[in-house]
């Protein structure tokens, strides 16, 4: 008799966050047994024409995309805020990386930087991403 199916859907909110869920998150996940999905937040929703996507401008865009997941218009989303690292939209860490390094590419250099460095050392250096991931592995 096998176990009840993990699963877990990472919602992320731009195409950086996206390749470090895909190629780092994603397999730490599925190498505990979890069964994953991924999509990235759309942000703007024309009526014709294609959906803008990444970008998170406020905690309550997240509820909506994630209650249009789970097709459910009564869920309460306790969660927090998408990122706990921001203070605002001037000190998002690739703003802050721009002042180190000019010629930064927040969707090129990030995942890079990021996969180069390896979950162990970040979880070291992020005491929020080790509480998450820890949630998964307990």
């Excluded at 180190?100 to 390896?118: E, F, M, N, R, S």
Aim: proline share 7%; aromatic share 4%; charged share 20%.
């Amino acid at each position: 008799m096998t176990g009840a199916i993990r699963r877990v859907h990472l919602l992320v909110e731009g195409q950086t966050e996206e390749v470090v869920a895909d190629s780092v998150i994603r397999p730490h996940l599925e190498g505990l047994g979890w069964v994953t999905s991924l999509s990235l937040v759309k942000t703007k929703r024309p009526a014709a024409g294609p959906s803008h996507k990444g970008g998170i401008t406020g905690w309550g865009q997240v509820q909506r995309d994630i209650r249009l997941l789970l097709n459910d218009t009564s869920l309460d989303v306790s969660a927090g805020g998408p990122e706990l690292v921001n203070d605002g939209p001037a000190t998002a860490p690739s703003k802050r990386l721009l002042d180190y390094c000019p010629g930064y590419v927040k969707t090129v250099d990030g995942p890079l930087a990021i996969q180069d460095l390896g979950l162990a050392r970040l979880r070291a250096a992020c005491p929020h991403l080790d509480a998450w991931l820890r949630t998964f592995e307990e």
